[in-house]
């Protein structure tokens, strides 16, 4: 029997490529609140003409696996030790060092983006292994008086087994929730309380074929990139939102600073980046409050990287 509370999802970058990890107790120790495996088997109906109308046994396709969940981005609690689940922005493609993942700095020189990672999914009846994945969307957000979450899609090499026991003293850690509470953010000029903010990372992932391999894929390679960002931010006059959204100065690239934390050293998770407008500004009614709800995408230039997140 299968008690649908009692699950298990673990994660650990890969030392090897489609390379199955083997995980260990801490690799299972990050808090979801939703995760699962989901193969997507092909498959091939063998109809031929013949004095019956029964078709003949059918035979399997390709079959890749899909994983989606969702997650408390909490930091480390130490300083200079990235959070377990920075292998997972590697794994959307950002170039991490210690405890700073960037995105949009990527080299010419490799077509590669990121690095693959294993993940695990235990119901008490399965273990469901996804290797070589890499994700296809990240999108953290948080509203004033809650706490942050980041809601996860990925794409990896499908195989399940048989569970014999879940992984012993395998729980999520139990340090405290960070909840936002209209912290500052900065954005061009203006500085402000925010109601709301959303950072979303969305890739294309694409399997490549292999031909030696059950599956018929090989490793899944990002082929397109999209920093998205939307907020709601406390209406004062200060910022000419609609002339930022003309893109017509170079002013209108506005630099951002947006903490998802606070605290000790070990405990800052800070987004920083350039972005543009991409919607045209609308203001809305948050209980009797004047808000400018913005949509923006982060973007490049040869002086920074597009995005970044730094723990400190």
Known sequence: MVVTQFQQIGYKAEATELTAEALVAAQFATSWAEGKITPEDGYNARRPRRATFAPLQGVGGTAIGKFTGQFEPRPSGTD???????????????????????????????????????????????????????ISKMTFSAEKGGTWKCDIEGTGRYTQAAQSAFVAAAHPSAGLGHPFLGMTCSIGSYTGSVNSATISIENTVTPTPDAT???????????????????????DGSFDWRGAFRNDATGDRLAITLQMSAGAAGNVLTWTGTMHLIEQPTTEDVEGIGYVSISGEFDTSSASAALTLTQS
């Not at 990527?106 to 119901?123: A, F, P, Q, W, Y």
């Not at 391999?213 to 209406?235: C, D, P, W, Y």
Request: proline content about 1%; glycine content about 10%.
């Open 80 to 134: 200079g030790t990235a959070p377990d689940w920075y292998a997972l922005l590697a794994a959307a493609g950002a170039s991490v060092t210690t405890d700073v993942a960037t995105f949009g700095a990527e080299s010419v020189s490799s077509n590669v983006l990121g690095t693959s990672v294993t993940i695990k999914h235990r119901d008490g009846a399965y273990e469901r292994t996804m290797a070589g994945t890499r």
């Open 213 to 235: 391999h059950a599956s018929g894929f090989g490793r899944n390679v990002i082929t397109a990139q999209s920093l998205k960002f939307m907020a709601s931010v406390l209406e």
